[in-house]
């Protein structure tokens, strides 16, 4: 709709997803050579360097992102990759 609404506006155009961070979802982890479930409820994934191995994002770590609201500001932040925080920050 967002699409719609601006090639309306400024005429054709591509928009692209750079980054999709769900939340509210289970994620399949292999912990320790063991396959674990995460359910995340109100989080994001945190992966640090080493998760993020293969990827564009392997040499900051996972992109996290805290939205604000009415007025508050939002951050973007990089995972740390915390198993004390099963790989995930609350926003």
């Not at 719609?4 to 400024?10: G, K, M, S, Y």
């Not at 939340?23 to 674990?36: D, F, P, T």
């Not at 995460?38 to 360097?49: D, E, P, S």
Request: hydrophobic residues 35%; aromatic residues 12%.
């Amino acid at each position: 709709m967002i699409q719609d609404a601006l090639t309306r506006v400024l005429g054709e155009f591509a928009m692209e997803l750079l980054y999709d961070a769900p939340h509210n979802y289970i994620w399949k982890k292999r912990i320790g050579g063991e396959v674990h479930y995460i359910h995340r409820k109100g989080a994001c994934c945190a992966g640090g360097c080493g998760e993020m191995e293969g990827t564009e994002f392997a040499w900051y770590g996972e992109p996290v992102m805290i939205p604000g609201f009415m007025g508050s500001s939002s951050y973007l932040l990089r995972g740390l990759g915390n198993p004390d925080s099963l790989w995930s920050a609350s926003h």
